[in-house]
C-alpha cells in the first residue's frame, strides 16, 4: 500500500519511528526539503499517488493549516483515512469529521498493541482491494495556484506565528514566500528563518522527552515497578538531562546506591504538612493526586540549616540535577546572606538553590520532597472552588502582606492566620513570590522550555492582583531577588 504520512513538524521525532513500523508499505512523509511552489508541487504529487492518508494527530496537526489542507485535499479526493492519536485524547479535540472515524492509539508510546491496530487498519483497505486512480484529487484554485501575497501580511503572519510559540507555520510561510523576501534585502530573511528553526527544534526536542518521559514516571510512582522506571530514567537522562518536571531526581536522592539511609526521621524547626487530598473538580487545570506541602514557605532558619549541614550546600551532589545547576554552583560557591529574621520566608535564593535544597532534605528525611508543580501550589492555594484568594474573592489587607499593606519587607511566615487556604496553608498570597517545579501556564501541558519557572503567589512589593490565585510570572531560574521565596511538598511514597 502507498501511505503518506500527515504530522506537524514538531512531531516529527514519533512520525520517523512510526513510518519505521510501517516499512512493509510504501510509506512517504514530508521531510520540508522542497522550498517554494516546489515543495507544494511535492505534496500534490504525492496526495495523486497515495492511497491510504494517515493524519498524526496532536494540537499542533489539528491547528496547522497545511495539515489541514492536506487532510481535506485527501478526503475530498477519495482517499482512504487512518487518524493516528500521538498525544493524549484529553490534549487533543479531535476534528468533527474525523470524530466518527476509529483512530490508532499511539499516546501511551510505540506499543506493539498500538502498532498491530494502525497495521490491521491497513491490511483491512488492502484485503478489499482498494484502488486509487492517479489525476484524481479533487483541487481548488487556489490548492493549484496559490494566490500571491503582499510580503508586509507574510511578515506579520509569521511574526506573530513565532509569538505564539507555532514554529513550523512560520518556517513554512518563510519557506514558501522566500522569492517574495528576495524582493525587500533589508528584511533579514535568514536569521528569522534560522531563529525559527532554533526554536522549532527546541520545542521538538522538549515535545519528545515529554512523551518519553510520561510512562517512565508511572513506573517510578509504583513501588513494585520504581526500580524499573529507575533504569528507564537512567536511560532517558544520557538524551535529556534536564527534562524532569516530576522530579524523579527526588527519588533517586533516596535510593542512590551508597547513600545510607538516615539513621533517624531528620525534621525542620517549623517545618509542618497540610495534607492534600487528591482532586477531580470542575477545574481540570487544578486537577491533581494527593499531597502534602509545607504549611509555611520556608524560613532564613530552615535554610541555615542546609547551609551550616557538613552534608549540605557545599556538597556538589545536590546540584547534579543540571549541567546549568551545576556550573551555577561552580560560580556562586556562597549564598547570598539572610537579611531578614530567622523566621521570615528565606528569599534572594533562586530555583538551583531550592532544587538542591529538596534533594538535601529528601535525603535527609527519608522523605520524598520537592518544589510544587504550578498546578500543586493553585490547588493547595484554591482548594475544591473557584476562588481570586486563598481565604475567597475579596482582597483585605488583614489578610496578606502586599503593597497595600505599606509594610515594604517581609513578615513572619506565621503573620496572617486569616489568609490561609481552605487546607490551612499560611502565606500564598503576598510576603513573597514562591518558586514552582516548571514553566507555567497550569490549565494546558504546554511547556515553555526548561529555562524558564514559574513563580506565584505575589510579594510585600506586588498589587493585589498580583497575589491572586491565578496569576504567574515565568523566571529564569538563576534569577534571585528580595521578593522570591519557595516552599515545599512531600510526595506519597
Known amino acids: 500500500m502507498r501511505l503518506f504520512l500527515c504530522y ?80 493524549p485524547d484529553d490534549e487533543t479535540p479531535l476534528p468533527e469529521e474525523l470524530g466518527e472515524i476509529h483512530y490508532a492509539d499511539f499516546s501511551k508510546g510505540i506499543t506493539p498493541e498500538a502498532v498491530a491496530t494502525l497495521l490491521n487498519a491497513i491490511h483491512l483497505i488492502e484485503r478489499d482491494g482498494v484502488t486509487v486512480a492517479n489525476g484524481g484529487l479533487q483541487l481548488t484554485v487556489q490548492d493549484r495556484f496559490p494566490p500571491q501575497r503582499d510580503v508586509t501580511e507574510i511578515i506579520a503572519e509569521a511574526a506573530k506565528a513565532l509569538d505564539d510559540e507555532r514554529y513550523d507555520h512560520a518556517i513554512h510561510l518563510m519557506e514558501r514566500h522566500k522569492k517574495d523576501f528576495e524582493a525587500w534585502p533589508m528584511l533579514p530573511y535568514d536569521e528569522i528563518l534560522i531563529e525559527a528553526k532554533r526554536r522549532l527544534d527546541k520545542q521538538t526536542r522538549e515535545r519528545e522527552a515529554a512523551r518519553l518521559y510520561r510512562p517512565i514516571a508511572e513506573l517510578v510512582q509504583h513501588k513494585a515497578t520504581r526500580r524499573f522506571g529507575f533504569e528507564a530514567f537512567k536511560v532517558f537522562r544520557k538524551s535529556y538531562p534536564d527534562y524532569d518536571p516530576e522530579n524523579l531526581v527526588a527519588y533517586f536522592t533516596r535510593h542512590r546506591p551508597g547513600n545510607p539511609p538516615p539513621t533517624r526521621r531528620y525534621t525542620l524547626p517549623m517545618l509542618e504538612w497540610c495534607p492534600i487530598p487528591g482532586s477531580h473538580s470542575d477545574q481540570p487545570a487544578l486537577e491533581s493526586g494527593r499531597f502534602a506541602i509545607s504549611k509555611y514557605a520556608i524560613t532564613n532558619e530552615q535554610f541555615n540549616e542546609f547551609i551550616r549541614a557538613s552534608d549540605g550546600y557545599s556538597q556538589t551532589r545536590w546540584w547534579d540535577f543540571s549541567l546549568e545547576a551545576l556550573k551555577w554552583r561552580e560560580e556562586n560557591p556562597a549564598p547570598m546572606p539572610a537579611n531578614t529574621p530567622s523566621n521570615h520566608p528565606r528569599t534572594n535564593v533562586n530555583w538551583y538553590q531550592a532544587m538542591a535544597f529538596c534533594r538535601w532534605l529528601s535525603y535527609k528525611s527519608g522523605l520524598t520532597i520537592t518544589l510544587p508543580t504550578s498546578r500543586q501550589w493553585q490547588r493547595a492555594a484554591s482548594g475544591d472552588k473557584r476562588r481570586l484568594y486563598p481565604w475567597g474573592n475579596k482582597f483585605h489587607t488583614n489578610c496578606a502582606n502586599t503593597k497595600e499593606s505599606g509594610i515594604n519587607s517581609t513578615t513572619p511566615v506565621n503573620a496572617y492566620p486569616n489568609g490561609a487556604s481552605p487546607y490551612g496553608v499560611y502565606g500564598m498570597a503576598g510576603t513573597c513570590w514562591e518558586w514552582c517545579l516548571h514553566a507555567g501556564p497550569v490549565d494546558s501541558n504546554k511547556r515553555e522550555g526548561d529555562n524558564v519557572r514559574a513563580i506565584h503567589g505575589g510579594s510585600y512589593i506586588s498589587s493585589a492582583d498580583r497575589a491572586r490565585i491565578g496569576f504567574h510570572y515565568n523566571l529564569n531560574p538563576e534569577y534571585l531577588f528580595s521578593s522570591i521565596g519557595f516552599r515545599v511538598v512531600r510526595l506519597p511514597s
Open 8 to 87: 506537524a513538524r514538531v512531531d516529527k521525532p514519533i512520525c520517523i519511528q512510526i513510518a519505521d513500523k510501517l516499512s512493509i508499505h510504501e510509506v512517504w512523509y514530508d521531510q520540508r526539503l522542497y522550498v517554494g511552489q516546489h515543495w507544494w508541487r511535492e505534496i500534490l504529487h504525492r496526495l495523486d499517488w497515495c492511497e491510504v492518508f494517515i493524519y498524526l494527530l496532536s494540537p499542533d496537526s489539528i491547528n496547522s493549516k497545511y495539515c489541514r489542507d492536506e487532510f481535506r485535499i485527501a478526503r475530498d479526493s477519495g482517499r482512504y483515512i487512518i487518524p493516528v492519536l500521538i498525544t
